[in-house]
């Protein structure tokens, strides 16, 4: 069993930051990447990016990866997800998830958190 606990959303202005945590326990071993996700209201969830937990390689959403970073602390267990430069299209609840490949694709995630709400506005 892993569980997932999201923080670090909040309101925020266009053109703003912020720094989404992820904290990861349980019994990570059997699993190699760590996902970040986001729904936002009347759409479907999509894949904003991924970081393999033991290499480190990344995958990002192309609307993202210039203005988005994830990074992983593994003796804190934790996983960041930085974004900068905010848009109000990227207003949504972002999750994170753990899962056996480094795809956008939830299917291939498999423990999920309970999400953080993310909103960009004046």
């Known amino acids: 069993q892993v569980q997932l606990v999201e923080s670090g959303g909040g309101l925020v202005q266009p053109g703003g930051s912020l720094r989404l945590s992820c904290v990861v326990s349980g019994s990570t071993s059997d699993f190699y990447a760590v996902g970040w996700f986001r729904q936002a209201p009347g759409k479907e969830r999509e894949g904003v990016s991924s970081?393999?937990?033991?290499?480190?390689?990344?995958v990002y959403l192309e609307s993202v990866k210039d203005r988005f970073t994830t990074s992983r602390d593994n003796a804190k267990n934790t996983v960041y997800l930085q974004m900068d430069s905010l848009k109000h299209e990227d207003t949504a609840v972002y999750y994170c998830?753990?899962?056996?490949?480094?795809?956008?694709?939830?299917?291939?995630?498999?423990?999920w958190g309970q999400g953080t709400q993310v909103t960009v506005s004046f």
């Open positions: 998830a753990i899962g056996r490949v480094l795809y956008l694709d939830a299917h291939g995630y498999d423990y």
């Open positions: 970081i393999s937990l033991r290499y480190g390689g990344t």
